[in-house]
């Protein structure tokens, strides 16, 4: 089975070449998604980053508050370094549940979807790194129209982003994404990802 790890910034169309993978069987991993599940649900977590962190980032049930944990460690680089050591430990531990799970159905790959897929060492496990890169400008337009905000504040979120030299030197293959197109990109995305799942069924 393939373990295809899929990374870039937000905006260029990881969500279409991810629809192009699950279309040829591939089971998605969303990180993001793992990471808030075992926010709401680990409690080996929430005892590492209280450990950490000290309770003041509980809420009134004991729950994990996002908003008390980002305003700790958003400001204080080595806190952030501290919280992305500890959850990218169970992320990772949940992405390979996943993935043994994936293989026993019989998938021809897993689908890694992270946007520090690199710096978290996910990328590392993989067979293939595929990073989807989109000019600045078309980013910005698209996150606009996603997400309801300003220009000033959507062009802030892709400036505070890796740039596409970072990806293209950790990444073993390059889709671009120039916007005009979808039907078009998730044909390229498909021409890219179909050898790699046929290889697995052969």
């Known amino acids: 089975m393939?373990?295809?790890?899929?990374?870039?910034?937000?905006?260029a169309g990881k969500t279409t070449a991810l629809r192009?993978?699950?279309?040829?069987?591939?089971?998605?991993?969303?990180?993001?998604?793992?990471?808030?599940?075992?926010?709401?649900?680990?409690?080996?977590?929430k005892r590492a980053l209280?450990?950490?962190?000290?309770?003041?980032?509980?809420d009134e049930a004991g729950g994990i508050q996002r908003k008390a944990?980002?305003?700790?460690?958003?400001a204080d680089p080595a806190a952030l370094a501290d919280l992305n050591a500890i959850t990218h430990r169970f992320?990772?531990?949940?992405?390979?549940?996943?993935?043994?799970?994936a293989e026993a159905e019989g998938r021809p790959a897993v689908a890694i979807d992270a946007i520090a897929l690199i710096e978290s060492g996910a990328a590392e496990g993989?067979?293939?790194?595929?990073?989807v890169l989109a000019?600045?400008?078309?980013?910005?337009r698209r996150i606009m129209a996603r997400e309801g905000i300003s220009?000033?504040?959507?062009?802030?979120?892709?400036?505070?982003?890796?740039?596409d030299a970072f990806f293209q030197a950790n990444c073993t293959h390059i889709l671009e994404n120039d916007g005009d197109d979808p039907a078009a990109f998730e044909a390229r995305a498909r021409a890219l990802f179909r050898p790699w799942l046929e290889e697995t069924q052969n």
């Open 69 to 74: 944990l980002g305003g700790v460690v958003f």
């Open 91 to 101: 992320i990772l531990a949940e992405i390979d549940r996943q993935t043994a799970q």
């Open 50 to 58: 209280t450990a950490r962190f000290g309770p003041d980032i509980l």
């Open 151 to 163: 220009e000033e504040y959507a062009r802030k979120r892709v400036e505070a982003q890796r740039d």
């Open 2 to 11: 393939k373990r295809i790890g899929i990374t870039g910034p937000t905006g």
């Open 126 to 131: 993989c067979d293939a790194v595929v990073g």
């Open 20 to 45: 192009a993978l699950t279309s040829l069987g591939a089971h998605v991993i969303d990180a993001d998604a793992v990471y808030h599940q075992l926010l709401a649900s680990s409690e080996e977590l």
């Open 135 to 140: 000019p600045k400008e078309v980013r910005i």
